[in-house]
């Protein structure tokens, strides 16, 4: 009888299995296809967030001319609290609506003393020195009581954003320098909604040009990834 070659399926069953460890399929590490999926991932979030990153490191860490701000850095960042908000009409809201603009906040009481009213001067001339670039900050009295605002006020701020807010969560989020009052400060949000800066109490009009400058140069700094301003 002639030997035939035994067809692969009808091999001999009795074998002993191959238990070894390169035999058994992996349970642990991710398949070629995931790992390059998470890595394109993670290279797309370092993308997004790089243009943000860059900027605050050239303002807070690469300063060629040896330049000092004006205003003090908050540190660590504190981010818009969800504190509810009421216009002086009544319409209900809340504070981290705010968010995606720059802000230069004033806090005072409704009856707005002369310190409040320097305040809101010096608001409005900052915003307006920027120039073409005003339309990126957003200048916001948030009134920290129900005292009636004064109507010799109300044109002052027609492009102002106005807002009661409690005065106990405003307490717990802004913070003024050592020896001085909540209301004597202007305070700066950036468009990711975090107060990062604090400016010396009692603003004249050599205090409001060196504010400018850190204005500017915060503008500058943020204007690869800062989105279009809310045009006020």
């Not at 009544?90 to 305040?119: F, I």
């Not at 503008?219 to 279009?228: G, I, N, P, T, V």
Request: charged share 20%.
């Amino acid at each position: 009888m002639t030997n035939r070659p035994l067809d692969a399926s009808f091999a001999p069953q009795d074998q002993p299995l191959g238990l070894t460890v390169h035999a058994m399929p992996s349970l642990s590490a991710p398949a070629p296809a995931t790992r390059a999926g998470r890595w394109k991932m993670l290279a797309v979030l370092l993308v997004c967030a790089s243009p943000v990153v860059a900027s605050y490191f050239t303002y807070y860490v690469v300063r060629p001319d040896g330049r000092r701000n004006f205003g003090e850095l908050i540190e660590p960042q504190r981010p818009l609290p969800p504190l509810a908000t009421r216009t002086l009409d009544g319409q209900s809201g809340q504070l981290t609506a705010l968010k995606d603009q720059w802000l230069l906040l004033s806090v005072a009481s409704g009856d707005c003393d002369v310190r409040c009213e320097q305040n809101l001067y010096f608001q409005r001339q900052l915003r307006e020195a920027l120039g073409k670039e005003k339309q990126r900050l957003d200048r916001v009295w948030l009134v920290s009581d129900d005292a009636a605002v004064r109507p010799a006020l109300l044109p002052a701020l027609a492009s102002a954003t106005v807002l009661r807010v409690p005065p106990a969560g405003l307490a717990q989020w802004l913070e003024p320098a050592p020896g001085q009052r909540l209301q004597d400060h202007l305070y700066l949000v950036d468009p990711l909604g975090n107060l990062m800066m604090r400016f010396p109490a009692n603003m004249d009009a050599a205090a409001a040009a060196k504010a400018k400058r850190d204005l500017d140069r915060l503008l500058r700094a943020s204007s690869s990834w800062d989105k279009d301003g809310r045009g006020r």
